[in-house]
């Protein structure tokens, strides 16, 4: 076996910390990566879906026979031909899964599917959803949680009295007490809106039923785990006679990983007919009929201490829930917990409420509302500092939340880079000097969990598993549950397990995608890959590295096994790194040692007695910097910095990645992006009537890592992903409050009301409105 | 206190049918507590909590 190699000893990571592009970016760049759209399987049927024009009615008959007897349809199913379950993510809680998905008895919301058809392509299918006879009753509908809730409003579900679908109270200190402390109390009240996902690939599937009882579904999903689990609850099947491949996924944003129309419309056409059945939604259905973000109304009342020093808030919230529960609950729960972030309140209270309402219903976006809660507390901190003439960096400097905090009852801070993201922000704006007129910064401080604690699904595995399999060759063979939708975390975890193993990232091989084929992860949601399907990569990388170091040290001798590393493919005494063996030498001896075994760990991780919410959270402080036009109201985004605190960083250029993507997103929610609705049904439906922030428009963004460390992530690592959506709106707003004097309490922030607000503004002071 | 929010926490129709057995509005006073200034859905509740356990002892 070849001997001696020198070793560069003062690197801390080899891989870590490096820039890596995509290990999938050439497959999806040359066109070969194969998405849930490309699949096309023999005898393949195509789908459509029928949906209820009303925002409320009874199904009183449903006629398929004119579309079934049109030329090349195969057949139609209506909710007749499902067994009926109610189904939904919150799978502990049973009243909460109140979604049939094809609607048996009643329509809740524009858009909800009534009956689904197969023929042999689109055109044909298409055609003969208007040769469906639905016979409706219409009933009376209501479309905004204040009024769903008055004594007599329509009900939407039985069980839920005056439409109160889900009920969080937070409290902790003496909020009533803390409020007779304060020196100086505000209060306001804010409408924040809602916010389509516009994947860039549309909920689609291809379901397969073969007469031996298996169903396989290809689809576009964030979790192929709760896909399998949830159509396994309402086909009733084995779960592990489900099978689901979802190997590219063409952005999720927290829209995919519940169970959608297509994929349920799909299989129960697929289970009747024998055959393959493909549906794509149409963009307008993706609009119209899919879940969204959740409005907001909320009220805040603050009390600090003429110094700045937070004493009391008290936060009170309606949400806009839509038809169904879905992922409704836990935004409800966040953005509570989240209202409280990123500082130390001595007293605070929560209490909100998710309303049901028949519009479509709401549910996970990206920040799970935090972003709402960002907005509206640091909108009404910057007011606050302004009224008291204390600074705005020192203000959240003063109440900032620190490395040992605990949110009581709630939450343990280990790691909080919160204070050097302020300084770095600081720095940045002074380095700005004196702004032309009508120009302004505005900053926003957030905070955002790292993955989920709460088992709403109640799964009995653990909540990420992996498996590494190191072969003669030397290659890796990693396999993983989690799901990449675009934000990278196939390469960060290939990242992790090359480090770990000491090998480089192209000596790997990523397996995933696939619920015959890998094992059990809860998915990409909550922000939870890096940290814990990272520390289950990690495990399993360790315990493989244990396995090989155990031959290499009986080849070499060291004092104890721990003297020996491996890096960059090469095993060594650490002392001594010149000394040592080639990993693919020693891997191909223990394989032989082995009786020809490949050399094979498991890895698991499941976060326990961590709080609450998570086990991690990061950190940061964003700003941006605005031009307004007083004339119009119309604003420019000119510049933006973001200072985070994401632990130890694992892939710089997917930090990069992470944040421009979150920007561009966030600031189309603070500015440009909503979706307005008359009696329930939206009204743009299209990219052309719904803004989004085009690259034109994008500002110069910098990101700034600040690193910290996290004990509870990979290499101290936590998340850089749902966190930096949270701060836009807020800095948004607050830039539009340094450039000229006017806060907006309501999203989107659009130039009509900036105009109107200036208009106010400069209104003699006799001539107000009270 | 703790007991209240247990009560409202929990939310299912034994905990509901028991308040609304007191004379009190479950549901009016989730209402309270969001609409109104200060703690009073909880703090009702709590009172009657309290009354009810004086006259069990």
Request: proline share 5%; hydrophobic share 35%; net charge negative.
């Amino acid at each position: 076996m070849a001997g001696m190699r020198r070793q560069p000893m003062s690197k801390k990571y080899h891989v870590i910390n490096t820039p890596v592009h995509n290990v999938d970016g050439i497959a999806k760049v040359t066109g070969r990566a194969e998405y849930t759209f490309d699949v096309v399987l023999p005898h393949m049927l195509y789908g459509k879906i029928l949906r209820s024009p009303y925002p409320h009615a009874r199904i009183l008959n449903i006629d398929t026979s004119k579309a079934e007897s049109l030329s090349g349809v195969r057949g139609v199913v209506t909710g007749k031909d499902t067994l009926g379950v109610k189904q939904g993510i919150w799978r502990r809680y049973k009243e909460l899964c109140d979604e049939e998905i094809l609607a048996r008895e009643k329509v809740r919301y524009i858009g909800e599917p009534v009956a689904a058809v197969a023929a042999v392509d689109e055109d044909t299918a298409e055609e003969a959803l208007d040769y469906i006879e639905v016979e409706y009753e219409s009933l009376p509908a209501v479309f905004v949680p204040l009024d769903a809730i008055k004594e007599g409003a329509p009900l939407l579900h039985e069980q839920a009295e005056r439409n109160i679908n889900v009920t969080r109270h937070i409290e902790w200190g003496d909020v009533d007490e803390g409020f007779k402390q304060s020196d100086f109390i505000r209060e306001d009240w804010f409408r924040c809106s809602s916010q389509a996902h516009v994947c860039m690939e549309t909920h689609c599937a291809v379901a397969s039923y073969t007469p031996d009882g298996k169903l396989t579904v290809y689809t576009s999903s964030q979790s192929h785990y709760y896909i399998k689990v949830l159509l396994a609850d309402v086909l009733g099947l084995r779960e592990n006679d489900i099978r689901v491949i979802s190997r590219y996924t063409g952005g999720g944003f927290g829209s995919k990983f519940e169970l959608d129309s297509a994929q349920f419309c799909s299989s129960v056409l697929s289970m009747k007919f024998c055959k393959p059945v493909k549906i794509v939604l149409t963009r307008e259905e993706e609009f119209m009929a899919t879940k969204r973000r959740t409005p907001m109304f909320y009220y805040l009342r603050t009390g600090v201490k003429k110094d700045g020093q937070f004493v009391a808030k008290e936060s009170r919230v309606f949400t806009e829930g839509g038809a169904y529960t879905a992922m409704g609950a836990t935004a409800l729960y966040l953005t509570g917990f989240f209202q409280a972030f990123p500082y130390d309140w001595p007293n605070y209270r929560f209490d909100g409420y998710r309303v049901y309402t028949n519009t479509p219903p709401t549910s996970a976006m990206r920040g799970f509302g935090a972003p709402q809660a960002t907005f509206c507390a640091e909108t009404q901190i910057d007011i606050i500092a302004k009224e008291l003439g204390i600074d705005r960096i020192d203000i959240r400097r003063k109440n900032g939340m620190y490395a040992g905090y605990e949110v009581p009852g709630q939450a343990w801070i280990q790691s909080c880079g919160l204070d050097e993201c302020l300084d770095k922000v600081d720095e940045w704006i002074k380095g700005k000097g004196d702004l032309p007129a009508n120009n302004g910064i505005g900053i926003a401080a957030y905070g955002f969990m790292s993955g989920g604690i709460f088992n709403w699904f109640d799964t009995p595995y653990a909540f990420s598993s992996a498996v590494v399999q190191v072969n003669i060759d030397g290659k890796v063979d990693l396999f993983i549950g989690s799901q990449d939708m675009g934000q990278g975390s196939n390469t960060t975890l290939t990242m992790i397990c090359a480090e770990e193993l000491g090998v480089n990232v192209q000596d790997i091989r990523l397996h995933m995608g696939d619920t015959d084929k890998c094992p059990v992860d809860l998915g990409a949601w909550g922000s939870r890959e890096t940290l814990m399907q990272g520390n289950a990569v990690k495990m399993a990388a360790a315990e493989v590295k244990k396995q090989i170091l155990e031959f290499a040290a009986a080849k070499m001798s060291p004092n104890i096994v721990y003297d020996l590393d491996i890096k960059d493919g090469w095993i060594h005494l650490i002392a001594r790194p010149e000394r040592g063996l080639a990993f693919n030498d020693v891997v191909k001896e223990a394989i032989r040692g082995r009786d020809g075994q490949p050399l094979v760990a498991r890895g698991h991780y499941t976060p326990h007695r961590k709080g609450m919410i998570s086990p991690a959270y990061s950190f940061g402080v964003q700003a941006i910097e605005v031009d307004v036009d007083p004339e119009t109201g119309k604003i420019t985004l000119k510049d933006c910095v973001t200072a985070h605190d994401c632990g130890q960083v694992i892939n710089p250029l997917g930090v990069q990645g992470q944040l421009e993507g979150a920007i561009a997103m966030a600031a189309g929610y603070g500015f440009t992006e909503d979706l307005p609705m008359d009696e329930g049904k939206i009204l743009n439906p299209n990219l052309v009537d719904y803004k989004l922030l085009r690259t034109t428009e994008m500002p110069e963004t910098t990101v700034v890592e600040v690193e910290t460390y996290e004990p509870e992530g990979p290499f101290g690592a936590k998340e850089a992903g749902e966190g930096l959506t949270n701060p836009t709106a807020g800095a948004l707003g607050n830039a539009v409050f340094d450039a000229v004097g006017v806060s907006i309490n309501e999203l989107p922030i659009t130039p009509e009301k900036v105009l109107e607000a200036i208009r106010e503004k400069d209104k003699p002071e006799t001539n107000k409105e009270d | 206190m703790n007991l209240a929010r247990h009560v409202f926490g929990t939310g299912d129709q034994g905990h509901k049918d028991w308040v609304n057995s007191k004379g009190l509005n479950f549901i009016e006073l989730l209402l309270i507590q969001t609409m109104e200034p200060g703690n009073k859905g909880y703090k009702t509740l709590a009172d009657l909590l309290e009354r009810e356990a004086e006259q069990i002892d």
